[in-house]
Structures are given as C-alpha cells and as structure tokens.
C-alpha cells in the first residue's frame, strides 16, 4: 500500500506575509472605524447638542425683555448660550448657533463661533459697525460650513438675532490662503476688495476638505437690518 505524502510544510516567509495580511486588515477596520466616528458620528453629537443650545436660546428669547443697547460690548449676550442664529440658503445647513470664540471647545459644539483672538470681531449691532467674523468646522463636529464652496457673489447671508434680522450679499471670497492671514479678517478685511470702513461678515473654515492646513474664506456686506415681527416673519431671503 503506497504511502500518502504528507502536506507541504508553509515556510516562514509565507506564515509573516500572512499574519501581515491579517494585521493589514484589522488596521484598515481600525482606521475606517475610526474615520466614520470623526466624520459621522461627531456630526451626530454636535448636531444634537447644538439643537438643545439653540432651543435654549429661542426660549429665553421668548421670556426675555427687549433687546440690549445696540451699544452692548461683544460677549455680552453669551450667557445663555448664543448670540443669534446663522442662515446661509447656499449652503443648505439650516440654521446654525453663533456663539462667542473660535477655539476647538466651542467649535466642536456644532456651533459656529466669532473671533474674540488675534482679532476681535464686530457684532451686527455694533454702532461703528466693522467685520463680523465667524469660523466653524467644515468636517465632523457638525461640518456647518462644509458647504462653504458653493456661495457664490450675490447669495444671501442672514443673521438672526432676538430682535433684528440682519441680511448680508456675500460680494467675494478667498479659496485658499494661509492659516495664519488675520488681516482676512480684519475691520476693513484685506483681499476682499473693499477698502473703506463698513458692515461686514467674514465665514471663514478649513481648506482642503478633510484637512485644515489652509482657510477659505467669504465676505458678504450688510445691505438692510430688518425688525423681527410678532411672527418671527422671515426676510425674503429665507422664504
């Protein structure tokens, strides 16, 4: 009776490229894991979280007196939260929060923030007027200015606030610049092609997608400031 042959023995070479393959793939779970909660799952939060905040802020609306002094110093409305509501139709995120400061732990909020360093931001109110300048995420964290790529010179910018709407044209923009370009957001802010003293908005976010090495950056002017009726109509824009 002849003798079956027994199985080849696999060499070492073949055993590491196998193992190799096996810890290849579990890096790749690891990492698409880890993509879909930075870009997903932090969307979820953020978006709840800041739908709460501007609840928050609508109802003390409805149970406050009437509005401050326009002469009311940046920051002095952020103690319940908010400063008021951002609507940008172009780019089809709703209404978003605007609370005061740009750093990471109001950002990751799902709010938009305005700048309170290196440059201090006007507010919409503000008697001397200036450049009301707003950042946000474009990736996870609510990703609110994700679509910041699609506004285009004439679209509308609208800031909401407890008593005024005020409506902005948006008349420029800077795809890519440096991170560290704070004249972009400056009072008079360079590059957008506006020279003289105004009312300004500057929404600036990271750029390329899925990166923040760069900013881009959109300027739009204030064209009229709208009384809030008792129905809380909305202007034009927002219809």
């Known amino acids: 009776m002849s ?9 070492a070479l073949a055993g590491f490229l196998s193992l190799l393959g096996e810890l290849l ?56 939260g908010g400063v008021g509501f951002l609507h940008v139709p172009a780019m089809k995120n709703g209404e978003v929060l605007v609370k005061r400061g740009t750093s990471s732990e109001v950002l990751n909020d799902g709010v938009a923030g305005y700048y309170t360093e290196p440059v201090k931001s006007a507010l919409p109110w503000d008697p001397a007027g200036g450049n009301f300048a707003l950042a946000a995420h474009r990736d ?11 506004l285009k010179n004439g679209d509308a910018v609208v800031f909401e606030t407890r008593d005024t709407w005020y409506v902005y044209t948006v008349f420029a923009d800077l795809t890519q610049t440096s991170k560290y370009n704070v004249d972009a957001i400056g009072p008079i802010p360079k590059q957008s092609g506006r020279t003289a003293p105004g009312r300004y908005i500057t929404l600036t976010t990271c750029t390329p997608v899925y990166t923040s090495k760069y900013r881009y950056i959109v300027w739009g002017e204030l064209v009229r400031a709208e009384k809030v009726d008792a129905k809380r109509t909305p202007p034009a824009e927002l219809r």
């Open 3 to 11: 003798r079956v042959a027994p199985p080849p023995r696999r060499s």
């Open 25 to 80: 793939i579990t890096a790749g779970l690891v990492l698409g894991l880890f993509v879909a909660y930075s870009l997903w799952w932090t969307n979820v939060l953020a978006d709840r979280d800041a739908s709460a905040r501007g609840d928050a802020v609508r109802e003390q609306w409805d149970r406050a007196a009437p509005s401050p002094s326009a002469s009311a110093a940046p920051g002095a409305l952020d103690v319940q």
């Open 140 to 150: 996870g964290h609510g990703a609110k200015f994700h679509n910041i790529d699609k």
